[in-house]
T-cell receptor, first 109, second 114 residues
Framework: QKEVEQNSGPLSVPEGAIASLNCTYSDRVSQSFFWYRQYSGKSPELIMSIYSNGDKEDGRFTAQLNKASQYVSLLIRDSQPSDSATYLCAVNHGNKLVFGAGTILRVKS | ETGVTQTPRHLVMGMTNKKSLKCEQHLGHNAMYWYKQSAKKPLELMFVYNFKEQTENNSVPSRFSPECPNSSHLFLHLHTLQPEDSALYLC?????????????FGEGSRLTVL
């Protein structure tokens, strides 16, 4: 079983729509969860972190965490073509950060 | 220079060559990491250094040899690599003892092994 699973996509959404990216993880004791964005040919950059159940909002981005279901998601409101990238979910397992393979998001204008 | 800088950005080497990747961070962090990124695969943690001491070796083959002379510099020495080692090698840094999820990545070194 993969430790952090994401749908590879691509997920295609029209400009202005809500993009919903999902991630599941296997380690029940994980306490820290992160979303990184990676543009093509670039390195990953941290865009959101979440530690408690519920929602965390930052501008157009909302991270959602459900520890009971071992599920974390990222919502992007009013999606823009500049949001087109690969989104990596990352989870702390012990003292290691484990990444998913990423979901490709394409926002079409 | 700011952030995390990696050199070279691109490297092509034969299986018998010896080369090194260099990483330098200007963020005042005390933890540095090497990750391997292959197409359509998750980022793979290779090595972790905290305050110049290696704290993680994720079962990496000995043909990869890390070196951390100080908290700002990290090297990855490469020798007798295999074609399957071709990948993007990413260096990252973070505050030691801080949240290990908040990593700052360099732009990566794209390695091709012929």
């Amino acid at each position: 079983q993969k430790e952090v699973e994401q749908n590879s996509g691509p997920l295609s959404v029209p400009e202005g729509a809500i993009a919903s990216l999902n991630c599941t993880y296997s380690d029940r004791v994980s306490q820290s969860f992160f979303w990184y964005r990676q543009y093509s040919g670039k390195s990953p950059e941290l865009i959101m972190s979440i530690y408690s159940n519920g929602d965390k909002e930052d501008g157009r981005f909302t991270a959602q965490l459900n520890k009971a279901s071992q599920y974390v998601s990222l919502l992007i409101r009013d999606s823009q073509p500049s949001d087109s990238a690969t989104y990596l979910c990352a989870v702390n397992h012990g003292n290691k950060l484990v990444f998913g393979a990423g979901t490709i998001l394409r926002v079409k204008s | 220079e700011t952030g995390v800088t990696q050199t070279p950005r691109h490297l092509v080497m034969g299986m018998t060559n010896k080369k090194s990747l260099k990483c330098e961070q200007h963020l005042g962090h005390n933890a540095m990491y090497w990750y391997k990124q292959s197409a359509k695969k998750p980022l793979e943690l290779m090595f972790v250094y905290n305050f110049k001491e290696q704290t993680e070796n994720n079962s990496v083959p000995s043909r990869f040899s890390p070196e951390c002379p100080n908290s700002s510099h990290l090297f990855l020495h490469l020798h007798t690599l295999q074609p399957e080692d071709s990948a993007l090698y990413l260096c990252a840094s973070s505050q030691a003892g801080g949240d290990t999820g908040e990593l700052f990545f360099g732009e990566g070194s794209r390695l091709t092994v012929l």
